[in-house]
């Protein structure tokens, strides 16, 4: 009985999985929709994978600047803090709450 259960269920799933393959998201009524770009906080800047942002913040150690690069199209930034710290990844508003003083953002020329 639970052999026969057993079956029926592969049966029923293998059924389903294949009464589906064939349609398009026309057939089924879906729209596939485009993701609205993020901007810069404050800004008309498209933010870009692989925008390299720099401050001029200051750290206690008297060390002047600070560089994160975007690694996605919704302003995941990577960085590393400093000395003895590991490479941690935030949201844009996060990366600027943290290093407001912005100085630039370097755009790569063909990037997407």
């Given at each position: 009985?639970?052999?026969?259960?057993?079956?029926?269920?592969?049966?029923?799933?293998?059924?389903?999985?294949?009464?589906?393959?064939?349609?398009?998201?026309?057939?089924?009524?879906?729209?596939p929709?485009a993701?609205?770009?993020?901007?810069?906080?404050?800004?008309?800047?498209?933010?870009?994978?692989?925008?390299?942002?720099?401050?001029?913040?200051?750290?206690?150690?008297?060390?002047?600047?600070?560089?994160?690069?975007?690694i996605?199209?919704?302003?995941?930034?990577?960085?590393?803090?400093?000395?003895g710290?590991?490479?941690?990844?935030?949201?844009?508003?996060?990366?600027?709450?943290?290093?407001?003083?912005?100085?630039?953002i370097?755009?790569?020329?063909?990037?997407s």
């Amino acid at each position: 009985m639970k052999k026969l259960k057993s079956i029926l269920l592969v049966f029923c799933f293998v059924l389903f999985t294949f009464s589906f393959s064939n349609l398009t998201f026309a057939e089924i009524n879906i729209t596939p929709q485009a993701i609205p770009p993020e901007y810069y906080p404050g800004s008309s800047v498209v933010i870009k994978p692989g925008d390299v942002l720099v401050t001029n913040n200051t750290s206690s150690y008297g060390v002047t600047g600070h560089a994160g690069i975007v690694i996605d199209a919704y302003g995941t930034v990577a960085s590393i803090r400093g000395s003895g710290y590991h490479p941690r990844t935030w949201g844009i508003g996060d990366w600027f709450a943290e290093y407001p003083n912005l100085v630039r953002i370097d755009v790569l020329p063909n990037h997407s």
